[in-house]
């Protein structure tokens, strides 16, 4: 009975064996197949990268979906750059399996934020240019993509990936998915399309950083400011010249309060700019001196206007005092980013209700009592 025993016991172990056996060599073969891709990857094999991203789902909602091989290529290496994973675990059963890893890549949410401030700038130029929009081809999109991995160093951050595969035939085959690819990508692809991936605070900052790189006539077509730089006169555009140079120079923002339920948003911001109070002070009594001279009357009315003109200038270039006034701006969001609704208040907190019209005007009233 005891050699019969120890045969089955024998036997059994066999078994055990041979099952842990087969069971080890699926598992060689699954993690055969993932080194072989991942390690392409890491390798920057252009075949590998593009079977792993496909160019149109970093930016599905592009107005057209052509773009050059080569700045595809470019780009979607560049995710790659320093991507490396190391296997965790693997579980293998009859022809599917899993692996779970750890993966290194890019820092995908500060690139995409760094991308929707880019890009939310360039919105607000179009409208400053009065074009439509801006060019949203993929082209575009990856031009921008790529001037930004090319001017800054991302970080790199750690995360878990899982992937699936499944046997076909002797070969374990990776089972390519958009969850696959925006893992491989950082999360790119889910946090751009992230509606809330800038906050109201840091959307009003996009829009104020903007307007100060405007030039004088894209500024006018913004905040809807034309009585101010269309002026076809060359008192008026010197005068016009003298305000935009003066609101450059002391220009400033903060923002001290922000409130939103999700939908709407209201950020309280305080605006500073030239003091035109202090300016038109300035500008009365020199005028009021001058007029009470000889000289204005010699001059006659043409001759009291132009020097008037020449007086609220040098008022206007002369001055350093500011003026501080606290507005609230009012955003919604639509579901693809935070909008920023029209407000008067803005284009006031800057030029205050000194204008060239207005000024312009002021200056006839008080030159033709004399």
Not at 256 to 281: H, K, P, Q, W
């Amino acid at each position: 009975m005891k050699p019969l025993k120890g045969m089955i016991l024998f036997l059994t172990l066999l078994f055990i064996l041979s099952l842990t056996g087969c069971g080890n060599k699926e598992h060689r073969q699954v993690k055969r197949a993932v080194v072989s891709e991942f390690g392409q990857l890491k390798d920057l094999d252009t075949t590998t990268v593009q079977k792993y991203l496909a160019s149109e789902n970093l930016f599905p909602d592009a107005s057209t979906s052509q773009a050059s091989s080569d700045l595809i290529e470019g780009v979607t290496s560049q995710f790659f750059k320093y991507f490396d994973y190391k296997i965790l675990k693997i579980r293998a059963k009859e022809d599917t399996a899993s692996c779970h890893m750890q993966i290194v890549t890019l820092d995908a949410h500060a690139l995409a934020k760094d991308y929707q401030k880019e890009y939310l700038s360039q919105v607000i130029m179009s409208a400053a240019k009065g074009q439509a929009s801006p060019d949203t081809s993929l082209e575009q999109h990856y031009l921008l993509l790529k001037e930004l991995m090319d001017d800054h160093t991302y970080p790199t951050v750690y995360s878990s990936c899982d992937i699936d595969l499944v046997k076909k035939g002797k070969d374990w085959n990776i089972q390519k998915d958009l969850d696959l690819e925006n893992q491989l990508v950082g999360g790119f692809i889910s946090v751009i399309a992230n509606p809330y991936l800038l906050n109201p605070t840091e959307t009003v900052c996009v829009y104020f950083d903007t307007l100060k790189e405007m030039e004088p006539a894209q500024m006018c077509t913004y905040l809807g400011l034309n009585d101010i730089f269309n002026n076809s006169d060359a008192d008026g555009q010197a005068l016009a010249k003298a305000l935009f140079e003066q609101m450059r120079a002391c220009f400033d923002y903060k923002v001290v309060d922000a409130r939103d339920n999700g939908s709407v948003a209201n950020v309280d911001v305080e605006m500073t700019s030239f003091s035109y109070t202090e300016i038109l002070s300035t500008y009365k009594e020199g005028l009021e001196s001058y007029l009470a001279t000889t000289d204005a009357l010699v001059d006659g009315p043409s001759g009291r206007l132009a020097r008037s003109n020449e007086l609220l200038i040098d008022s206007i270039n002369n001055n350093t005092a500011t003026e501080t006034h606290l507005i609230t701006l009012t955003l919604i969001n639509d579901g693809v980013s935070w909008k920023l609704r029209t407000n008067d208040q803005i284009g006031t907190a800057l030029f205050g209700d000194l204008n060239a019209d207005t000024a312009s005007s002021s200056l006839s009233d008080d030159t033709d009592k004399r």
